[in-house]
């Protein structure tokens, strides 16, 4: 299996969640976004090397967060080692930076560290897309909501068919050397897979999830808080009953 190596720009401040520390840094269940982000790509048994951007302030208080992350992957005691680097002013900036400490990778997931909630199973499906020759691949959700395109007034000025229209989520995954070409550039997009597209490459689809959400607004921030909660009282709970059952 080629070596895929997840990137995490966490070097955000987060002004829209209204929180005073860096979005990648608040906790959900008691747990900083991005350990739970980091955790989640370990834990799909798909990622081989972990590189998480940050803020140069804050390399020494990531790292240390980062110091005992789950070490197993699928189902081997082979760990998978989680690198902190400095990132930049911008998102591009920052993952430019994750690029250049990862030059030996084969694929790369770019994965938002505010899409803390991500399953591990959605990771596993980019990154086995990618294994069997996709060069890009972008999870992806039906829009259930009816979009309108507006002019600078504010006026409708149309509405596409939603049936052709998807939300796209992370980790977006990518042949190694597809993203570099796609960096090389100073063109921008609102997202990694915008910069591929631009390069006339053909970018997959494959299932989303809504649990993979980014956490923008303080109500992102309480749904997350309640899943959180919801999931480990399932878990202690089905743990009770296997305890019971032995």
Do not use: N
């Not at 930076?97 to 770019?110: M, R, S, T």
Request: proline content about 8%; aromatic content about 2%; charged content about 20%.
């Amino acid at each position: 299996m080629r070596p895929v190596v997840a990137l995490v720009p966490a070097a955000g401040r987060g002004v829209r969640l209204g929180e005073p520390t860096p979005k990648a840094f608040v906790p959900v269940g008691g747990i900083p976004m991005v350990r739970l982000a980091v955790d989640g790509l370990i834990a799909s048994g798909a990622v081989h090397r972990v590189v998480v951007v940050v803020p140069a302030e804050l390399v020494e208080a990531a790292t240390s967060l980062l110091s005992d992350t789950p070490s197993l992957t699928g189902g081997s005691m082979v760990p998978v080692p989680v690198q902190v680097v400095v990132g930049g002013a911008e998102r591009t900036d920052s993952v430019r930076a994750g690029i250049a400490a990862a030059p030996d990778a084969a694929f790369y997931l770019v994965h938002d560290a505010a899409r803390a909630l991500t399953p591990p199973e959605l990771i596993a499906r980019v990154a086995a897309e990618l294994q069997a020759g996709s060069p890009a691949v972008v999870p992806a959700l039906p829009v259930v909501d009816t979009v309108k395109s507006v002019d600078d007034a504010g006026i409708v000025t149309g509405t596409p068919d939603r049936a052709h229209l998807r939300a796209i989520q992370t980790p977006q995954g990518f042949a190694a050397d597809l993203l570099r070409r796609a960096y090389a550039t100073e063109v921008g997009a609102t997202d990694d897979a915008g910069l591929v597209e631009r390069l006339g490459v053909d970018v997959r689809t494959v299932a989303g999830d809504p649990l993979a959400f980014k956490i923008t607004t303080p109500l992102d921030l309480r749904l997350a808080e309640a899943l959180r909660t919801d999931g480990i009282a399932r878990a202690e709970a089905h743990s009770a009953v296997q305890a019971v059952a032995r």
